[in-house]
C-alpha cells in the first residue's frame, strides 16, 4: 500500500476516533441546562447541585487510579465502546427518572466513562496516525473533547427555549447518535493486548516539571466546573437560566478556536498565557452574572475558553507528554486529567455551599480571589520549571 493511501487510511481512522470522543464527552455536560429546574423539582439549592455535578469525579478518580493498566490487558477499543455503553446508560437514566438523585447517578456512570477514556484517549490517537508527532494526535484528542464537553449543553438549551422540560427531546437525539458512534468504533483496528500482564494499579506520574502543568489545569476546569454547575443559579435571579446551556458551550468548546495558535507555541508559553487571561475573563463571567449582563457572561466564557481549552488544556498536555518518555506517557496523561477533575469538585462544591451560606455575590467574588492567587503561584512555577 502507498504511503499516500496509508496516511488517508490513519486520518479516517482517527476521524472515527475522534467522533467517539466528541460523543462521549457531549454526554457529560447534556443537561447542564437542567440544573437548576432539576434542583427547583427537588426543593434543592445550589449546594445539592454542585454535590450532584460533582459526582461525576467520584467515577473518574477511581478509574484514573486503579485502572491505569487496563489498556495493556485488553486493548484501546473495548474501554471507548465500554466509554459509550456507559453514556447510553446515564443518558436513559435521566430520561426516566429525572432529578438530582437521577443526575448524580449518571455523572458517576459518566465519571467512569471518561476516566476509561481520558488516560487512553492520547495513545490510541497517536496509534491510529501511526505514530506521527505527539502533537497531532493530542490536537485530535483536545478539539474533539472540548466540542463535545459543550455541544451538548448548547443543543439542550436550544431545545429549552423552545419547550421548557426536564426531558427535552436533545436526550433522545443523543442515544441515536452514541448508538452511531458505537458503529462507527466497531470500525477501527487495535492492538493486541500486551502479553505481559502489567499491574492495574499504575499511579499517575509527575515527572520533573509536570506538576506545574497540573496545577494550571486544576484552576482552568475549577472555572469551567463553576460556569457549568453554578452559573444557572446565578442567571435564574435575572430570569436568564436558559442561557446557560450557551455559557458552557461558549467556555467548553470555544477554545478549539484557539488550538491552533496555541499548537505554534511553546507548552509552557501557551500554558502561561491562559493563566494570565483566565482570572480576566472569570472577572466578567462573575460581574456578568451578578449584574444579570448576559453579553458579558457569555463574553467571559469565550475568553475563559481561549485559556482552558486552548492554551492551557493543549498547552498543559503536549508539555506533560513531552516531559514524559515512552513507558510513563499514559501514566503522566492520567496525572494531568486527574489535577483536572480534582478541580472540577471540590473548588466547585465550596463554592457552591458557600453560596447557600453568603449568596452569590460574595462566593463568586471569594472563589475569583483563589483563582488569581492560584493563577499567580503557577506561573511564577512554570517560569522556575523553564
Not at 500482564?197 to 499511579?203: A, F, G, V, Y
Not at 492551557?312 to 483536572?340: E, N, R
Amino acid at each position: 500500500m502507498s504511503r499516500a493511501a496509508t496516511a488517508t487510511i490513519n486520518t479516517k481512522s482517527a476521524a472515527c476516533l475522534a467522533f467517539a470522543l466528541c460523543t462521549i464527552t457531549t454526554a457529560v455536560n447534556l443537561q447542564a441546562p437542567l440544573y437548576d429546574a432539576l434542583a427547583a423539582r427537588d426543593g434543592l439549592g445550589v449546594g445539592a447541585t454542585t454535590i450532584a455535578f460533582a459526582c461525576y469525579v467520584l467515577g473518574i478518580v477511581p478509574v484514573l487510579l486503579g485502572l491505569n493498566g487496563l489498556a495493556d490487558r485488553v486493548g484501546h477499543k473495548p474501554l471507548i465502546v465500554t466509554a459509550l455503553l456507559l453514556c447510553l446508560l446515564a443518558t436513559a437514566m435521566t430520561l426516566i427518572a429525572p432529578g438530582l438523585l437521577a443526575l448524580g447517578v449518571a455523572r458517576f456512570l459518566l465519571g467512569i466513562s471518561t476516566g476509561l477514556t481520558s488516560s487512553v484517549a492520547p495513545a490510541y490517537m497517536h496509534m491510529l496516525l501511526g505514530g506521527q508527532d505527539n502533537r497531532v494526535a493530542t490536537s485530535y484528542v483536545t478539539a474533539s473533547t472540548a466540542l463535545g464537553f459543550g455541544l451538548g449543553a448548547a443543543v439542550t438549551s436550544l431545545f429549552v427555549f423552545h419547550t421548557p422540560s426536564v426531558s427535552p427531546p436533545s436526550l433522545w437525539l443523543y442515544l441515536a447518535i452514541a448508538v452511531l458512534a458505537l458503529v462507527v468504533v466497531t470500525t477501527l483496528k487495535d492492538r493486541a493486548p500486551s502479553a505481559v500482564k502489567s499491574p492495574m494499579l499504575r499511579l499517575p506520574r509527575y515527572p520533573k516539571g509536570a506538576l506545574s502543568y497540573g496545577l494550571a489545569i486544576l484552576l482552568a476546569w475549577a472555572t469551567v466546573g463553576l460556569v457549568i454547575a453554578i452559573l444557572p443559579s446565578a442567571l435564574n435571579q435575572h430570569g436568564l437560566s436558559a442561557w446557560s446551556g450557551f455559557a458552557t458551550f461558549g467556555i467548553c468548546s470555544c477554545g478549539v478556536l484557539f488550538q491552533p495558535w496555541a499548537r505554534k507555541l511553546e507548552p509552557a508559553t501557551a500554558t502561561q498565557l491562559g493563566l494570565v487571561i483566565l482570572p480576566i475573563a472569570y472577572a466578567l463571567i462573575a460581574w456578568g452574572a451578578v449584574q444579570g449582563n448576559l453579553a458579558a457572561v457569555l463574553l467571559g466564557t469565550v475568553a475563559a475558553s481561549s485559556a482552558c481549552y486552548g492554551f492551557i488544556y493543549l498547552g498543559g498536555l503536549s508539555g506533560v507528554l513531552a516531559i514524559a518518555d515512552a513507558s510513563t506517557s499514559q501514566q503522566a496523561s492520567a496525572g494531568y486529567f486527574l489535577m483536572a477533575y480534582l478541580g472540577f469538585s471540590i473548588p466547585v462544591i465550596t463554592t457552591g455551599v458557600l453560596i447557600d451560606a453568603v449568596g452569590h455575590t460574595l462566593a463568586l467574588a471569594l472563589f475569583g480571589l483563589a483563582l488569581l492567587g492560584g493563577a499567580l503561584a503557577t506561573l511564577v512555577l512554570l517560569r522556575k520549571a523553564r
